[in-house]
């Protein structure tokens, strides 16, 4: 029986949900012309900003998480939420308007779940947002304890472990006592000591689509995503008290990420995916503090509620996060673990949030918060650059994007060895092709006689387009655009920028970075030898060597298609 929802329309299902918090909601308003919910005593607060410290803290991701992430907007946690379609990413155009509207004088705080679109999204308009003088530091949040390291070729899962490094976050913004740079190094510092599980007795059903997986009655599924993603198991339904033993036992199994110390304390989050009515949640609840106290775990701050959902999904997760002393740097001043209760502990106000103060008095102010224009810059500087520099930039470009249109229908016919589900050979060739040829259709128009105007161009011309290529891309060039000097005689600075952006914010780990794993060869030949020629030879060499690690036996297609650009840009170099 096909599963009926009140909705008007599936595609427009996110603006209506967004309109009806708003219509219930005086303390939140819109970004104009964005899914975008920010705080809507925004500009008082910024004026207010009284300590050195305080920044913004901005989060967001796919919708039907509700109340996450725009109910948590409010003071004493977001500052601003950014929504993508139903477990979609939202675009870099709205993640950057955000952090150009909400940025206060110590900068933003992007705090990301670790899924790959999310990751590239928001890492890219974290580079943007830098380029036009915006502190921005990103701390990405994976925290699922149901995939072991054989099976999560990407890292863990963000989950509502999510909800506490936000909690920190933004009760250290309030604060205004510590720079954003502290205040991001403790909270990856902190993530490490999250784990979560949980358990299903439904599929969510995603608008328009259907449920996501088949859950014959009377079954349960451990381990499941918030994104319909099956679990790692399936058992018959239990009690509440069996099913807790049974998540417990996985989460501090030995192949877990995080084992909790049996003599610790911890802060419990119960966390509802959407379906689980309220007595179901209270007694998993109850269920749960009691086995953790019989295993010797002292439970010394609780919270159950609906935080981060699957849409309907009847499920819970259990999370909990080891309440010790965070091991940070030399360069990080301690921080105890009394005073992560305290920031636990500190006001908050949020539509999603229920364990907080009264809400503040938001009717007085204004309705809508525009974004800031961003920062112009003074000249052009094309009158300073002769003809022979646009010649040469406009023979890379082409030489490479004719070079990866000629042989797509090489990587077409090559499969994948792994990575994750977003990584797919099978589209990677037509993706690769649709970008080229957008690029080659561009190129009379594209900015020519200054190399950064040109990458930062190409960057965004390749964010308009569809799949993998267009995301990695997009971001390597908009971080190399920050680099490169007015020539391009310094194309190896504009390389290791580039390489560094795909390192940084590519959750995949080394081995299966297809892309990566053919440039970083490419860069390490280039700052030995300085010659393009070299980074070429070792690029494609690079991605030879991809086979032994493809399922297939055969090179990676994005890894091939590193070694054939980097060849055409090394022969268009030669000329003069």
Same mark, same amino acid.
């Given at each position: ?64 998480? /509700? ?38 004088? !110590?900068?933003?705080?992007? *705090? ?19 380029? /036009? ?75 328009? =689509? ?8 009377? &079954? ?95 499920? =819970? ?39 907080? !103060? ?65 990584? &797919? ?48 891309? &997009? ?8 680099? *490169? ?51 070429? /030879? ?39």
């Amino acid at each position: 029986m096909a599963t009926v929802q009140l909705l008007n329309s599936p595609s427009q299902c996110v603006d209506d949900a967004l309109e009806g918090l708003l219509a219930t909601q005086p303390g939140l308003a819109w970004l104009r012309g964005h899914r975008v919910i920010v705080r809507r005593d925004l500009a008082r607060w910024r004026a207010g900003c009284a300590h050195p410290h305080r920044f913004s803290v901005v989060s967001g991701g796919g919708s039907g998480h /509700e109340p996450a992430h725009a109910g948590l907007v409010g003071p004493g946690l977001l500052t601003a939420a950014v929504c993508g379609d139903v477990f979609a990413s939202p675009p870099v155009s709205a993640i950057l308007a955000t952090l150009r509207a909400v940025a206060a004088p !110590a900068g933003v705080l992007l *705090i990301v779940m670790n899924y790959t679109g999310d990751r590239l999204n928001f890492g890219l308009a974290a580079e943007r947002a830098r380029a /036009e003088g915006v502190p921005v530091e990103m701390v990405v949040v994976g925290e699922d304890s149901a995939l072991t390291g054989r099976d999560r070729s990407a890292g863990r899962r963000g989950l509502a472990g999510t909800i506490f490094i936000e909690k920190l976050a933004g009760a250290c913004a309030e604060e205004g006592r510590r720079p954003l740079a502290e205040v991001a190094a403790l909270l990856r510092a902190v993530v490490h000591q999250v784990a979560t599980i949980s358990v299903s007795l439904s599929a969510c059903v995603k608008p328009g =689509v259907g449920p996501s997986f088949d859950l014959p009655s009377g &079954s349960m599924e451990i381990g499941v995503g918030i994104h319909g993603e099956a679990g790692v198991g399936r058992v018959p339904a239990v009690t509440a008290d069996r099913a807790v033993a049974m998540m417990l036992d996985h989460l501090t199994s030995a192949e877990s990420p995080v084992s909790l110390r049996l003599s610790g304390k911890v802060a419990l989050l119960v966390n509802s995916l959407g379906g689980l009515s309220d007595v179901e949640l209270r007694v998993v609840t109850t269920a749960a503090v009691t086995e953790l106290r019989r295993r010797g775990v002292e439970v010394v701050r609780c919270r159950a509620g609906r935080l981060i959902t699957s849409l309907a999904m009847s499920g =819970v997760s259990l999370t909990v996060l080891n309440v010790c002393d965070p091991e940070l740097g030399d360069s990080v001043p301690p921080v105890t673990a009394e005073q992560l209760l305290e920031w636990l502990d500190a006001s908050a106000s949020a539509p999603g949030w229920r364990y907080s !103060a009264a809400p503040r008095d938001f009717h007085h102010l204004p309705r809508v918060v525009f974004p800031r224009a961003p920062q112009s810059t003074e000249g052009d500087g094309g009158s300073a650059q002769d003809d022979c520099v646009a010649r040469r930039l406009s023979r890379c470009v082409e030489f490479a994007a004719r070079a990866l249109l000629a042989c797509s229908g090489q990587m077409e016919r090559l499969e994948s060895g792994g990575g994750d589900s977003s990584d &797919s050979s099978a589209l990677y060739g037509g993706q690769m092709a649709a970008l080229c040829r957008s690029v080659l259709d561009a190129l009379p128009d594209l900015p020519l006689s200054r190399p950064s105007d040109l990458l930062s161009s190409l960057s965004e011309l390749c964010e308009r387009s569809a799949g993998l290529p267009g995301e990695e891309y &997009s971001l390597a060039l908009a971080a190399a655009a920050a680099a *490169i000097s007015e020539t391009p005689d310094d194309w190896v600075g504009a390389l290791r920028r580039g390489t560094e952006a795909l390192r940084n914010w590519s959750p995949v780990p080394p081995g299966q970075r297809w892309t990566l794993d053919a440039l970083q060869p490419a860069l390490d030949a280039a700052e030995r030898t300085g010659t393009a020629e070299a980074a070429a /030879e070792a690029a494609q060499l690079a991605a030879e060597q991809t086979a032994a690690r493809t399922a297939s036996g055969r090179p990676a297609p994005a890894a091939h298609a590193v070694g054939v650009w980097v060849r055409a840009v090394a022969e268009a170099l030669k000329l003069h």
